[in-house]
């Protein structure tokens, strides 16, 4: 085996001895043939849904760095010099979803930057296809204090895209302090993540806040140990949807679960065939009717084919796993078993729904007149693509939903309403494989056109508890817009489900959007541990937290939030 591993260095040493010194003018623009093709570092590994969040450690059996890739062609390597790389990985099979995990180095120092202490992060270079990428540290209590910026290059242009910031402050998410998911010892720090598109091609710099710096500073200590670069490839969503009860249902026919049988879910905009490049003027329309834009429901179909066909199992329910089969369980009665949507409800079937639901809970004043808004469409984690073997199994409960906090996901806008389960997915493979949280943070998602996602798993009329806002996640949700918004405006659209959603999701508590709360902190920057805290019911993630989270902008309607969901709750 040695003699083997022996020659086959030789060859590639020889291999890259043959490489012209001046790559070919086609170079610039070149890329891999197939996502399959090695990763041009000898530390970045694509590792499975099943890889443990520890083990992204160098990779000790492969050759020295220093050897270049003999198996990648001359026409593949890009203009600029790009870091050395390892022997080709083995081709993989289709995932649903991988991340490849790259520790950052020192670079050469900037003159022109003013950086006295080395800044860390990776020359340009290929590598497997990503969507979405952050950047993490060994120990989450550490901060990362300075600038990462970002360049990607376009995996079917092959263009590079400008320096990009990704967001350092993202302490403020995450379980609360003493829990058993914090205790994990699985937990990093983490920037939060970008969402970049479909790349095969990346470069980074972390540059240190240099006026942090003391005599007794070492310039490495500035950052924090262990630094990586997370690509996530997202993966694609199960090619069969299992069946949903007919989303355009608006009364509860019976005392519990939904009427109807399953009815196929296109891709979001699938079904109209228009642009999602952004929110538009049509998609907001639609999103105020109630469904929520691009929801892309086949119409009149599924309402005629379910005559006759209740209680069938079709074929797609019958491969799902055992951890998607309780996360869907975990939504009965509101949707039957593999559903990819729960469907919206009127006013009247809400409120039966409520007395089927938490009716030994409520008042006589409360069954008289119950507040609570119409339940709104909500795509499942089924429906979104999760793969549930990725998160911890069995499920988190808190013991009410006295309060909702709103976030932004600080991933950037960039994305269509199409690609928002990919966004999603991209999200939750970063928080649960990178970050070593249990599940997805939030509770729900909303995306630029209005359409609500489901997010941790649990049940979505159920008192889940989440890692949103450290400290006040007990007794709460979290709700995180998809998107960046301390400057851009968010939608109507978006603003209405979060007012959809709270009119719901609070009614079934009994509280009211408008209305103040207290909460217990559990320990942040902001609060200390134990001390009862008076908050509005509808909160921005900056009032319980000293962060910008979420963005100038959206904390700015969250005024205009309350009172709609107060209208819809009929208050």
């Known amino acids: 085996m040695r003699g ?3 020659t086959s260095i030789g060859v590639t040493c020889a291999a890259a001895l043959a490489l012209p010194l001046t790559p070919p003018a086609s170079a610039a623009t070149a890329r891999p043939a197939s996502a399959a093709e090695a990763a041009p570092s000898g530390t970045a590994r694509a590792t499975s849904p099943d890889t443990p969040v520890t083990s992204s450690l160098p990779d000790s059996s492969l050759p020295d760095s220093s050897v270049p890739d003999s198996s990648v062609p001359d026409s593949a390597l890009p203009a600029h010099p790009v870091h050395p790389v390892h022997r080709a990985h083995p081709t993989l099979p289709d995932l649903p979803g991988s991340t ?63 320096w990009q910031d990704v ?8 379980a609360d302090p003493g829990t058993p998911e914090s205790a994990s010892g699985r937990i990093r720090g983490a920037t939060a ?49 299992a069946p949903a009860g007919p989303p355009r249902s608006r009364t509860l026919t019976t005392g519990s679960a939904p009427a109807g049988a399953p009815e196929a879910l296109d891709p979001p905009d699938a079904a109209t065939g228009k642009s999602a490049e952004t929110a538009t003027a049509a998609d907001e329309a639609e999103a105020g009717e109630g469904l929520g834009a691009g929801e892309g429901i086949e119409s009149g179909e599924g309402a005629e084919a379910s005559e006759g066909s209740e209680g069938a199992e079709p074929a797609a329910m019958t491969a799902m796993t055992a951890e998607a089969t309780a996360a869907s369980a975990a939504n009965a009665p509101l949707a039957p078993l593999g559903a990819t949507q729960i469907p919206a409800l009127d006013r009247l079937g ?53 309060a909702a906090f709103v976030h932004h996901t600080a991933s950037g806008n960039g994305y269509k309403c199409s690609q928002a389960p990919s966004v999603i997915r991209g999200i939750y493979r970063y928080h649960v494989k990178s970050m070593g949280w249990r599940d997805i943070g939030y509770n729900f998602l909303v995306d630029k056109c209005g359409k609500i996602y489901e997010g941790r798993a649990g049940g979505v009329a159920k008192p889940v508890l989440g890692a949103h806002t450290l400290g006040f996640n007990s007794n709460s949700m979290g709700i995180a817009v998809l998107g960046t918004f301390s400057s851009a405006k968010p939608t109507t659209a978006t603003v209405d489900a979060v007012a959809r959603l709270t009119a719901w999701k609070l009614g079934l508590f ?19 541990k134990g001390k009862n805290v008076r908050l509005n019911v509808i909160s921005g993630h900056r009032d319980g937290f000293a962060t910008e989270c979420p963005g100038r902008q959206l904390y700015g309607k969250l005024g205009s939030a309350r009172s709609t969901a107060a209208r819809f709750q009929g208050r």
């Open 350 to 402: 809400t409120e039966r729904e409520l007395l089927a639901l938490r009716g030994a809970e409520l008042t006589q004043a409360q069954r008289a007149k119950p507040y609570i808004g119409p339940r709104p469409s909500i795509v499942t984690r089924r429906g979104w693509g999760a793969d549930e073997k990725l998160r911890e199994s069995g499920f988190r409960y808190t013991t009410k939903v006295k």
């Open 167 to 174: 967001e350092t402050h993202n302490a403020d998410h995450g």
């Open 510 to 528: 009994g509280a009211n959007p408008k209305g103040k709360t207290y909460l217990k902190s559990g320990g942040g920057n902001l609060y200390g």
């Open 4 to 6: 083997l591993l022996a």
């Open 100 to 162: 490849q995990s790259l520790p950052l180095t020192a670079l050469a120092r900037d003159r022109a930057s003013g950086g006295g202490a080395a800044d860390q992060g990776l020359p340009r270079r290929d590598v497997r296809h990503f969507s979405l990428l952050g950047v993490v540290w060994d120990d989450p209590a550490a901060e990362l204090h300075g600038r990462v910026q970002v360049r990607t290059r376009t995996s079917d242009t092959g263009a590079w895209s400008g």
């Open 193 to 241: 993540p970008l969402w970049v598109g479909d790349s095969d091609g990346v470069e980074i710099r972390v540059h240190p806040d240099t006026e942090r710096r003391t005599e007794e500073t070492a310039p490495g200590a500035l950052l924090p140990s262990g630094l990586r670069l997370e690509l996530v490839d997202p993966g694609s969503a199960p090619p069969e949807h």
